[in-house]
């Protein structure tokens, strides 16, 4: 009750109303000297503006402001092109034809008519059975062409074997592929057109 009375007195002397000298007097006398009924302006109480904002996070873990300086880019990786995609996929074996199959969307029948036609390498190698196991961080080109404006370059689709983990029943694989890459042919055991797609260019 009593900071409810000096709230008002407060109020009153703030308005410029009444100026009153609260130290010397006690309040009780304060109001008493008032004479409320008898004052010829009608008092007006101002309450005093309290304004709050409350922050809330929605979650409860802290948010890092300075993440901004944490992220590294590389302007120079081949990983960040825009013709590249990071696919996973579940199967039965390391097989090149199966992951092929799995990371290209491509028929087995056609693996099998590319490998006949010498345009898959591992490593930059030709194999020599399709059976041929992957391993960890292998790349696979599929030879396309030629490149008409340098013949020293070749288009290839490349898979990249970025993780291999097993399973109980089926092995995941996470690849990096590229549908349309240009290259330079290969050092060792370049790459030559067959005779049949000279005649058809």
């Keep these: 009750m009593n900071s409810l009375w000096r709230r008002t007195t407060i109020a009153i002397l703030r308005n410029g109303l009444v100026k009153l000298d609260i130290r010397a007097k006690s309040l009780h006398s304060a109001l008493y000297n008032l004479n409320i009924q008898n004052a010829k302006k009608p008092m007006t109480f101002c309450p ?23 992220q590294d ?43 006949y036609e010498s345009k898959i390498r591992v490593n930059g190698k030709k194999i020599m059975k399709k059976s041929s196991p992957i391993k960890l961080g292998s790349e696979i080109d599929v030879i396309k062409s030629i490149s008409p404006h340098n013949p020293d370059h070749l288009y290839v689709s490349r898979v990249e074997v970025l993780n291999i983990v097993a399973k109980e029943e089926s092995i995941a694989i996470t690849v990096r592929r590229f549908k349309n890459l240009l290259i330079e042919n290969y050092e060792i055991d370049p790459y030559k057109a067959s005779s049949n797609e000279d005649s058809n260019e």
């Design 48 to 70: 005093l503006n309290i304004s709050y904002i409350t922050f809330r996070n929605k979650s409860k873990k802290q948010k890092d402001l300075d993440s901004d300086d944490e």
């Design 73 to 115: 880019v590389y302007e120079d990786d081949a990983s960040l092109s825009r013709d590249s995609k990071v696919l996973k996929f579940n199967t039965t074996s390391l097989r090149a034809d199966v992951v092929l199959k799995s990371a290209l969307g491509v028929s087995r029948n056609k693996i099998e008519q590319v490998f």
